[in-house]
């Protein structure tokens, strides 16, 4: 059963700092993984998806890599600013156990002003 | 363009009641997702639908909980018998198709008493 953990479970930083959160999974068969960004009250954004045959995606300042051969995935933010400021969760799509994401617990960011 | 609509946005019932949660996917999706959320936690898979029929409904959590989707559009989550145990935030997910980034609804917040 494919299970997905993400470290660290909160982190505050001042402004203008760069970033690394991590999630890990442990059944490398996957189709592909995605980040989510989740703010108090809402429902999930999509930020980034990478599927199991790219290293990485960019936009603007968030970049996501993937190595699936380890089970990890990284997504740096670059220059983070109070309005990142919310909850990051990364999911994957496991390849052999039907079409539902699998989601980590997710990374409570704050970024201080 | 419009987005993932769930109603209602939040549903206080008695324990024992019977209640609906509506999701409106976003239009030409043909994939949608049920999930749940606790506080603190990742969202957790319910069932997964490719136009009207249910293709994986793994994550029912028993048989007092159903999903249906006649029209290949509109979902709605039926919970029967309701418990304390079931309350928690019901998220609905539509994509293009199955490969394709989630877009999420802001969920609607069960309460049972």
């Known amino acids: 059963k494919q299970e997905v953990t993400q470290i660290p479970a909160a982190l505050s930083v001042p402004e203008g700092e760069n970033l690394v959160l991590n999630c890990s999974f442990t059944?490398?068969?996957?189709?592909?993984l995605q980040w989510f960004r989740q703010d108090p009250g809402k429902g999930l954004t999509s930020l980034l998806l990478?599927?199991?045959?790219?290293r990485e995606q960019t936009s603007g300042r968030l970049n996501a890599s993937l190595d699936k051969s380890s089970g990890r995935s990284t997504l740096y933010i670059a220059a983070s600013q109070p309005g990142d400021s919310a909850t990051y969760l990364c999911a994957v799509r496991p390849s052999n156990y039907g079409q539902n994401f699998v989601f980590g617990p997710g990374t409570r960011l704050s970024v201080l002003p | 363009g419009a987005g993932v609509s769930q109603t209602p946005s939040n549903k206080v019932t008695e324990k024992g009641k019977y209640v609906e949660l509506r999701c409106d996917p976003i239009?030409?999706?043909?994939?949608l997702y049920w999930y749940r959320q606790s506080l603190g936690q990742g969202p957790e898979f319910l069932i997964y639908f490719q136009g009207t029929g249910a293709a994986d409904d793994s994550g029912l959590p028993n048989d007092r909980f159903f999903a249906v989707r006649p029209e290949g559009s509109v979902s709605t989550l039926k919970i029967q018998r309701t418990e304390r145990g079931d309350s928690a935030v019901y998220l609905c997910a539509s994509s293009f198709e199955g490969d394709s980034p989630l877009h999420f609804g802001n969920g609607t917040r069960l309460t049972v008493t």
């Open positions: 990478i599927q199991s045959s790219q």
């Open positions: 239009s030409g999706h043909t994939a």
């Open positions: 059944d490398s068969a996957i189709y592909n």
